[in-house]
């Protein structure tokens, strides 16, 4: 069960200069009208790639703050070092979306660029838990910025999502994202990724952003988000 139908109504299109261009060759996917996204709250997930012809594609996943219904999908290759704009477009498009990239590997470059060149104010952070080496890059000893999927967050992010689904609290609308979700197993070792020849990346930024509504406050006073209480430690 993945909360409500798939939509047949799309438009594929690009954001230039701060506009919707359509575009069906773009990297980005409306589920809604761009009149419906005026004075909403988004969160936006991102699983970041290098941008290789032969590598993954990038995915951010954009969710309503408060229904958590899924609004829009951004996917493609574009290279690394335009990674950072493509993001801040992005979250400045849905109305200053609170943006959580992931912050492993090359990642750190581009979280890196949003928050100390850009200074992107929603830009997802929490307390670091003490790894030396992501302080060093990142530069700050007591918060770490964007979000790290690790073997000790991913299984709970996964879960949550697989709970919110169940229950509704997340619904999805694209079509190629129930494709991953279907072909995203466990392969033992607590190893959880995409069957052999399939892809993970809309799994991974759509839960990247379900873990965003969950834990960052809404931006507007009228939105109610759902949260479950905090696990034991």
């Excluded at 699983?47 to 999908?73: F, K, N, R």
């Excluded at 060149?117 to 007591?142: A, M, V, W």
């Amino acid at each position: 069960k993945l909360g409500q139908s798939i939509k047949n109504e799309f438009e594929k299109g690009d954001i230039v200069k701060d506009k919707f261009i359509p575009n069906r060759k773009g990297m980005l996917t409306l589920f809604k009208p761009v009149e419906w996204l005026k004075d909403k709250d988004f969160v936006i997930g991102a699983d970041l790639s290098e941008g290789l012809e032969t590598g993954d594609p990038s995915c951010a996943q954009v969710l309503d703050h408060y229904s958590g219904e899924q609004v829009a999908v951004w996917h493609g290759k574009v290279p690394l070092e335009q990674l950072p704009e493509v993001l801040l477009m992005l979250a400045k498009f849905f109305n200053n979306a609170w943006l959580g990239p992931e912050n492993n590997f090359h990642g750190i470059g581009v979280v890196n660029r949003l928050h100390e060149h850009f200074q992107y104010p929603f830009l997802y952070c929490e307390r670091d838990s003490g790894n030396n080496d992501i302080k060093l890059r990142l530069g700050n000893p007591t918060r770490r910025y964007g979000w790290h999927t690790g073997q000790d967050t991913k299984p709970i992010m996964i879960q949550d999502l697989s709970n919110d689904l169940s229950e509704s609290r997340v619904r999805i609308n694209d079509p190629n994202t129930v494709d991953e979700i279907s072909t995203f197993i466990y392969h033992g070792n607590h190893k959880l990724a995409a069957q052999t020849g399939c892809t993970d990346d809309r799994v991974i930024a759509l839960a990247i952003a379900n873990q965003l509504r969950r834990r960052c406050a809404p931006q507007k006073p009228q939105y109610h988000v759902y949260r479950e209480p905090q696990r034991d430690a």
